[in-house]
């Protein structure tokens, strides 16, 4: 009996203890299912432990408007925004917002922000959904804090696409596969702006996006670059526009399209020969077919014997004669000549092979 009576306790305690392990158990399912919809339903999604999320809210402004006059009022040249794009980046991500229609005086918003340094840009479009005016602002986050930021807005950069045809260049054995393009944006100063540029075919091309603000430059082309060049363009003298077209081919995106032709030198003239006519050397050489060829330059030795440029013909004139040569103008008795020719953007080819008295 007292076996019985023993066995019918320990059952009870064990029934009552394994019913509040039981309870234990789902009283502390409980509270957790309960604390991770609580965590997760107040609290923004990412989240960071011990950071809380900033909020920005952007205000546009007119960098040229006046005090007195509605800070909201944005336009240039008459053109409304339509649509304005907030791009915020860090080292890490980026977000981009973008307002479609945008109202005057609207604040704009982003929120879920995390604490740290943004580089904020603000892109603003036209009906034509052409971006015409930009504004960009770093600006440091703290947890938890709201930002209540200016932009000030000014023209959009435009941007320049190049496009060098080197074909001539290839065809020649000469390694165009890279080259830089030096943009001086300063015309007060020296100093450029370099860019990259690499081969697509035969088309070198800016590898990357080039962006410049509104208004007009110089620019050179070196290949494969300005130190060790084996081919320098012409000073390029171009426009760049902010959401506007003009006479030089402008894309719709306000990208200015800077082409250009590799221009080799003339060919050296062959067949090269002097001869004496009346006691006087008479050069003859065979005319160069080169379409763009402007004429001839004739080089002659000086007293110490190294030869300087003498005289200019142009391309329909293929003799020379030196009426003017004097005995003092020999150099241990040895008189030499030499001809090369030139186009009409200045290129001058290699010069013949030197023709020394007696001839």
């Known amino acids: 009996m007292i076996c019985i009576i023993f066995m019918l306790t320990f059952s009870f305690f064990w029934g009552c203890l394994s019913i509040m392990s039981c309870l234990k158990r789902v009283g502390f399912s409980v509270l957790l299912i309960i604390g991770l919809f609580y965590g997760g339903g107040c609290l923004s999604k990412p989240y960071l432990p011990g950071q809380d999320l900033g909020i920005i809210r952007l205000r546009l402004e007119r960098a040229d408007t006046p005090a007195e006059q509605d800070q909201f009022s944005l336009t240039f040249q008459d053109k409304p925004i339509k649509k304005v794009a907030i791009i915020l980046t860090s080292k890490k991500t980026v977000i981009k917002k973008t307002v479609d229609p945008y109202v005057k005086g609207e604040v704009i918003t982003v929120d879920s922000i995390y604490p740290g340094t943004w580089q904020i840009e603000v892109k603003c479009y036209d009906e034509d959904d052409q971006w015409f005016l930009y504004g960009v602002e770093t600006r440091t986050i703290q947890p938890g804090e709201n930002v209540n930021l200016v932009i000030i807005i000014s023209l959009a950069p435009g941007e320049v696409s190049v496009m060098m045809d080197v074909s001539l260049l290839c065809a020649a054995g000469y390694d165009a596969s890279r080259g830089r393009?030096?943009?001086y944006e300063d015309p007060q100063t020296n100093k450029s702006t370099i860019f990259d540029l690499t081969l697509d075919g035969n088309i070198l091309k800016n590898c990357d996006q080039i962006l410049l603000p509104h208004g007009t430059y110089n620019a050179l082309i070196y290949i494969p670059n300005k130190s060790n060049y084996f081919y320098e363009s012409d000073y390029i003298h171009f426009d760049v526009l902010s959401g506007e077209l003009n006479e030089v081919p402008l894309a719709a995106?306000?990208?200015?399209?800077?082409?250009?032709i590799i221009d080799l030198p003339?060919?050296?003239p062959e067949n090269f020969e002097v001869i004496l006519v009346g006691g006087k050397p008479l050069l003859c050489w065979d005319p160069v077919g080169d379409s763009d060829l402007a004429g001839y330059n004739?080089?002659?030795?000086n007293r110490d014997g190294r030869f300087v440029f003498l005289d200019q013909?142009?391309?329909?004139?293929?003799?020379?004669h030196d009426t003017m040569v004097k005995i003092e103008d020999y150099e241990d008795n040895r008189l030499g000549y030499a001809v090369s020719s030139y186009d009409r953007r200045g290129n001058n080819s290699l010069w013949t092979a030197a023709n020394y008295w007696p001839f």
């Open 181 to 183: 393009l030096y943009v």
């Open 253 to 260: 995106d306000a990208s200015l399209i800077i082409e250009g």
């Open 266 to 268: 003339p060919a050296t």
């Open 298 to 301: 004739v080089y002659r030795t």
């Open 313 to 320: 013909v142009d391309q329909a004139t293929h003799c020379y």
